[in-house]
């Protein structure tokens, strides 16, 4: 590494009475950076963070800050919670650094898992002992699932996934919030799926977050339920309205018809309850206790 990466903060914030965003983002960043990338050891803070519109701030405690979509499903299938299972495996494997990815596709009853797994220099000096940690990670895998593996499959002779850091920030790679992980830690494309995500906006208004937490929770509540063996949920908000009146809930129940016509009751009352909570989310996101990727 020729210089240190550099964290480019953007978006919209409101500074505390009588002081500057800079420095409350240079210590969030660091404190976030030196919590989550163990190998990062040297990196460069832009705070390019400004106060948002007059007309925003205005709904501050009041109402939702857009018209926007949440959604949730429950209960996750089998190849999901693999996954799940299969990145914290990926991790905890010696010599890998933070940046990981696991993807499992299963066509009938056969799985292919792709990992891609960055590993920190630190821990290999050959490329015999880089090979060695890639079949750990391989072996690893298939010990909890019957599956063709392949790790770090862009790899060649001239090229190898090899990091000082442990990510691919070094090489320039970067990344959007809301192309990544969503608040139950996957990617689920051929799923119902908000193009909002849930991490990077305030917890106080912001539907994007808000309602996407509040559709997971309510979807993991009415699976629960006898007689619904899936459940998918969609709440709509309106610009400027209160968060517990969204301009649509929409709830999708699969299950046995003759024991889900009685659920409706139950599942309003659920809707009715988390909705009238959103205010209680926001100390649970100030103390991490909801994940949002």
Same mark, same amino acid.
């Given at each position: 590494?020729?210089?240190? #990466? ?9 500074? #505390? ?5 800079? #420095? ?14 163990? +190998? ?27 018209? +926007? ?5 429950? #209960? ?41 797994? %960055? ?13 060695? &940690? ?32 442990? +990510? ?7 990344? %959007? ?26 917890? &106080? ?47 999708? &129940? ?40």
């Amino acid at each position: 590494m020729l210089e240190p #990466p550099t964290v480019i903060v953007g978006g919209r914030a409101t500074a #505390p009475p009588g002081r500057s965003l800079d #420095p409350v983002i240079q210590r969030a960043v660091s404190s976030h950076l030196e919590f989550a990338m163990e +190998s990062l050891l040297e990196f460069r803070i832009d705070p390019r963070v400004r106060e948002g519109a007059p007309e925003l701030r205005g709904l501050m405690g009041k109402g939702a800050n857009d018209t +926007s979509i949440g959604v949730g499903f429950a #209960p996750l299938d089998p190849v999901e919670r693999l996954v799940l299972v299969l990145e914290d495996v990926v991790r905890g494997i010696e010599g890998v650094g933070e940046d990981t990815k696991v993807m499992a596709v299963r066509i009938g009853e056969e799985i292919d898992v792709v990992v891609a797994a %960055a590993i920190v220099s630190r821990y290999v000096h050959s490329l015999e002992e880089y090979e060695e &940690v890639k079949a750990r990670v391989q072996d690893a895998v298939k010990e909890r699932v019957e599956a063709r593996v392949a790790v770090n499959a862009a790899d060649t002779e001239k090229s190898i996934f090899l990091t000082v850091t442990g +990510s691919s920030v070094e090489m320039g790679g970067d990344g %959007a919030t809301g192309r990544g992980n969503r608040g139950n830690g996957l990617i689920t494309p051929m799923r119902p799926m908000s193009i909002e995500a849930i991490a990077g906006k305030n917890p &106080v208004n912001h539907v994007g977050k808000i309602y996407n937490v509040i559709a997971q929770q309510v979807a993991e509540e009415i699976a629960e339920l006898e007689g619904a063996e899936e459940a998918y949920v969609t709440l709509v908000s309106k610009i400027g309205a209160p968060l517990s009146e969204p301009l649509l809930r929409a709830v999708k &129940v699969k299950g046995d018809p003759r024991l889900c016509e009685p659920l409706e009751t139950r599942i309003e009352a659920i809707v009715d309850r988390r909705l009238e909570e959103t205010g209680d989310l926001v100390e649970d996101f100030v103390a991490g206790k909801l994940r949002v990727y």
